[in-house]
Antibody, heavy 121, light 112 residues
Framework: EVQLVESGGGWVQPGRSLRLSCAASGFTLDDYTVHWVRQAPGKGLEWVAGINYNGGNFAYADSVKGRFTISRDDAKNSVYLQMSGLRAEDTALYYC??????????????WGQGTSVTVSS | IVLTQSPGTLSVSPGERVTLSCRASQTVSSRYLAWYQQKPGQSPRLLIY???SRATGIPDRFAGSGSGTDFTLTISRLEPEDFAVYYCQQYGAASITFGPLTFGQGTRLEMK
């Protein structure tokens, strides 16, 4: 069974950093593109960042570019989201999501349960 | 590409047929459009990809259609478990340039 388990969320003050982790099981992570998608309280879905199977292709939403970094460690079957310069508007539930594709970004087959990030003073 | 879903909220009864709309600001190449369902307190679930292909395990009362800039999700006979928020997502450009993926703002189906 495909499972994605996020961790690392919590409460953080504006301007600080946080690193989210996503541990995959039931499939080989380095065969797929993986994304982070967030959902602010009571709002819709917002794609944040994605990284392809070997890390050779990646992209970020304009709202996080220059502040967030996505990476992967295939030996640990994990993907990470390093978030710095956090702002109140980054407050959201962050989902780790497995893409159908390996090289590009397409549709989102499997979703984790999410980890909550709250940015507040 | 900006996706606009309508209506924002739809009040319907079980057994009814409903059609949800997703309109793109530019042509979505190769019908690269997906639909997701999100129930309260749950993660989204893939329903439809490639505009009309059902994901694994999705009942055939869910049907996607459309091309170009206009896409629809039709639920032929609403079941109680179908009351949820539905999102469309395009990946036409992302399939070439790797990002961004964009979502519509969602349509909420509520019980009348």
């Amino acid at each position: 069974e495909v499972q994605l388990v996020e961790s690392g969320g919590g409460w953080v003050q504006p301007g600080r950093s946080l690193r989210l982790s996503c541990a995959a099981s039931g499939f080989t992570l380095d065969d797929y593109t993986v994304h982070w998608v967030r959902q602010a309280p009571g709002k819709g879905l917002e794609w944040v960042a994605g990284i392809n199977y070997n890390g050779g292709n990646f992209a970020y939403a304009d709202s996080v570019k220059g502040r967030f970094t996505i990476s992967r460690d295939d030996a640990k079957n994990s993907v990470y989201l390093q978030m710095s310069g956090l702002r109140a508007e980054d407050t959201a539930l962050y989902y780790c999501v497995k893409d159908r594709a390996m090289i590009t970004a397409t549709y989102l087959e499997s979703w984790g349960q999410g980890t909550s990030v709250t940015v507040s003073s | 590409i900006v996706l606009t879903q309508s209506p924002g909220t739809l009040s319907v009864s079980p057994g009814e047929r409903v059609t949800l709309s997703c309109r793109a600001s530019q042509t979505v190449s190769s019908r690269y459009l997906a639909w997701y369902q999100q129930k309260p307190g749950q993660s989204p679930r893939l329903l439809i990809y490639g505009a009309s292909s059902r994901a694994t395990g999705i009942p055939d009362r869910f049907a996607g259609s459309g091309s170009g800039t206009d896409f629809t999700l039709t639920i032929s006979r609403l079941e109680p478990e179908d009351f949820a928020v539905y999102y469309c997502q395009q990946y036409g450009a992302a399939s070439i340039t790797f990002g961004p993926l964009t979502f519509g703002q969602g349509t909420r189906l509520e019980m009348k």
